[in-house]
Nanobody, 124 residues
Framework: QVQLVESGGGLVQAGASLRLSCAAS????????MGWFRQAPGKEREFVAAISSSGVTTYYADSVKGRFTISRDNAKNTVYLQMNSLSPEDTAVYYC?????????????????WGQGTQVTISS
């Protein structure tokens, strides 16, 4: 069993940056691909970014490409999401997710473990 705990959310103004962290329990973290998803009020949970177990391969949603960067530190069992040039459209609860394969994926159905989420609010 893997537990994921997100942190780093908050309220910032448009144009600002935030870095989300997701700490994972368990010794098998290095074998899991990880992802970030978000859910805005009244909308479905959507893919944001994903990273392979090695960190070599990454994927991004078109809406965040060039602004967000996903990374991981397997020694610290942590995955990060650096978010720059934030806009009110980025306001959502951000979820960290893990899957028991090494290949990164963009479909939420492919993820086995989920964190509780962290709120990100961007004011205009």
């Amino acid at each position: 069993q893997v537990q994921l705990v997100e942190s780093g959310g908050g309220l910032v103004q448009a144009g600002a940056s935030l870095r989300l962290s997701c700490a994972a329990s368990g010794r098998t973290f290095r074998n899991y691909a990880m992802g970030w998803f978000r859910q805005a009020p009244g909308k479905e949970r959507e893919f944001v970014a994903a990273i392979s177990s090695s960190g070599v391969t990454t994927y991004y949603a078109d809406s965040v490409k060039g602004r967000f960067t996903i990374s991981r530190d397997n020694a610290k069992n942590t995955v990060y999401l650096q978010m720059n040039s934030l806009s009110p459209e980025d306001t959502a609860v951000y979820y960290c997710a893990g899957r028991v394969v090494s290949v990164a994926g963009q479909n939420r159905e492919g993820y086995n473990y989920w964190g509780q989420g962290t709120q990100v609010t961007i004011s205009s």
